[in-house]
């Protein structure tokens, strides 16, 4: 844990001095440099928000697309008649990516919620004050939405998974992560 503290420090000093120079050179053709040029300590992003932003982007963006292409590469692989379906018909790569997100979900758990007032979801009463975690890979495996739930099937088709979040907690970064997957996978 010490060492990851210590990555995170080291990541982080990187980001501020890159931060740095951006708004010294006033270079604002990239993300960050577009963030660096709006930061004030007296109404726009702070600097530490914006080291913030950076470090999530950073980390969620790369993380969890490089690992998601490694398991889905694996997926595709222990479903050798899938993979040939693929292989056969690349114009459902997009379906593919779609199903593997699905199938996968690699962030399995959603936005920590406490309830407002009670509530009954699905025959279970939520109380006031009482927490609540939606877990996105349950959603995903849910045989009351998908036929087959548990089966791995790139003609699926579906469109509706919970794998990036759900409403205003939809993840920025999904339509790089389709690109990449798209490219990656085919």
Request: proline share 3%.
């Amino acid at each position: 844990m010490a060492d990851r503290m210590a990555a995170i420090g080291e990541l982080r000093a990187y980001l501020a001095h890159l931060v740095e120079e951006k708004k010294r050179a006033g270079s604002a053709d990239d993300l960050l440099g577009r963030l660096a040029a709006t930061t004030t300590e007296d109404g726009g992003l702070t600097v530490d928000e914006l080291l913030g932003a950076a470090l999530l982007l950073l980390t969620a963006g790369h993380e969890t697309t490089a690992h998601m292409i490694g398991l889905g590469t694996l997926t595709l692989l222990d479903h050798p008649d899938q993979y040939a379906v693929l292989r056969t018909n690349p114009d459902i790569a997009a379906d593919t990516v779609e199903e593997l997100l699905r199938y996968l979900t690699i962030i399995h758990s959603g936005a920590l919620r406490v309830a407002r007032a009670d509530v009954e979801i699905g025959g279970q009463v939520i109380r006031a004050g009482e927490g609540a975690i939606a877990l996105l890979s349950a959603a995903n495996h849910d045989p009351g939405v998908y036929s087959q739930p548990d089966t791995f099937d790139v003609q699926r088709g579906a469109q509706q998974h919970m794998a990036f979040g759900f409403g205003i907690h939809q993840c920025i970064g999904q339509p790089l992560a389709r690109i990449e997957l798209r490219v990656a996978l085919t």
